[in-house]
């Protein structure tokens, strides 16, 4: 089953896949700059293109590329 939501003025979507045994979800953006928030940990990759992002507790603006996760 998916469940699509949107965020930003449709400029982010989050595509969530619910399974029996597991769930996953995939997140497409457009360029632009935007603040999450989450409950729980959550492992972002960088399937293609490059975020510049400031995690929570950090003071730096680390750039992530394509193939790597934060």
């Known amino acids: 089953m998916l469940n699509i939501n949107q965020y930003f003025d449709s400029k982010v979507a989050s595509i969530n896949v619910h399974a029996e045994l597991q769930s996953t979800s995939f997140g497409l953006m457009d360029i632009g700059e935007y603040q999450f928030s989450t ?3 959550e492992l972002m990759s960088v399937i293609n293109g490059r ?20």
């Open 39 to 41: 409950r729980r940990h």
């Open 51 to 70: 975020i510049v992002a400031k995690l929570a507790n950090d003071e730096t603006w680390p750039e992530f590329n394509t193939g790597e996760s934060f």
